[in-house]
């Protein structure tokens, strides 16, 4: 069955403080694992992982893919108020389907 | 470049009401998605386009929704008669060919209150 868990569905951190955010998924024709940001609108673009323990990295944000246990971890470390936001985890299919996840609302406070 | 354009940003109509959204993806890019997000839950997709035909509507309530991108650029989501669950923002996307590396770039979306 097509699915995506995402955990914690909810996270309330202090600024500075480090969080880990959770995604795991179905391996039916799994092509990709996508993360996003998204502040109120649309979604934009973090990461993708194609290959397991490829540690991907953009900042203060990084993404690694574990293919064997099906899952991803999103780190997002000395949190700033601007990370506040959900975070969406999407699995990507060999058919180009992209199914989400429910998201993890961030919340960073001063 | 120019991002995805979507219109109207928002709408409120009443129940049974008929609405129409308009995209237009980025210039060359030949996939257009059209998804559905609901208030708390992530995005699902209702539509896919590859050029102007049509790849996956499996999620599309065809009795009423209905998509069409005739010249394979913008594309239009009607929904005839809405429904009180249809409120969600709806989303467009598009991707350079649809293919697995491609990235997905969104549009800001139209927020639909159905009362």
């Known amino acids: 069955e097509d699915k995506v868990v995402q955990s914690p569905l909810s996270l309330v951190v202090h600024e500075g403080d480090t969080v880990t955010l959770n995604c795991s998924y179905e391996v039916t024709n799994f092509r990709s694992l996508l993360w996003y940001k998204q502040e109120k609108k649309a979604p934009t673009f973090l990461f993708m992982l194609?290959?397991?323990?490829i540690e991907k990295k953009s900042g203060r944000l990084s993404s690694i893919l574990d293919k064997k246990e099906l899952f991803s971890i999103l780190n997002i470390t000395a949190t700033q108020t601007g990370d506040s936001a959900v975070y969406l985890c999407?699995?990507?299919?060999?058919?180009?389907?992209?199914?989400f996840g429910p998201g993890t609302s961030l919340s960073v406070i001063p | 470049e120019a991002g995805v354009a979507q219109s109207p940003r928002y709408k409120i109509i009443e129940k049974r009401q008929s609405v129409a959204f308009w995209c237009n993806p980025i210039s060359g890019h030949a996939t257009l998605y059209w998804y559905q997000q609901i208030l708390g839950q992530g995005p699902k997709l209702l539509i896919q386009?590859?050029?102007?035909?049509?790849?996956?509507d499996s999620q599309l309530p065809k009795d009423r929704f209905s998509a069409e991108r005739l010249k394979g650029v913008d594309s239009t989501l009607k929904i005839q008669p809405a429904k009180l669950e249809d409120s969600a923002v709806y989303l467009c996307?598009?991707?350079?060919?649809?293919?697995?590396?491609?990235?997905?770039?969104f549009g800001p979306g139209t927020r639909l209150t159905v009362l």
């Open positions: 194609t290959s397991s323990g």
């Open positions: 999407a699995r990507r299919t060999s058919y180009d389907k992209v199914i």
């Open positions: 996307a598009s991707s350079l060919m649809g293919q697995v590396l491609d990235t997905q770039y």
């Open positions: 386009f590859q050029n102007n035909g049509v790849v996956d």
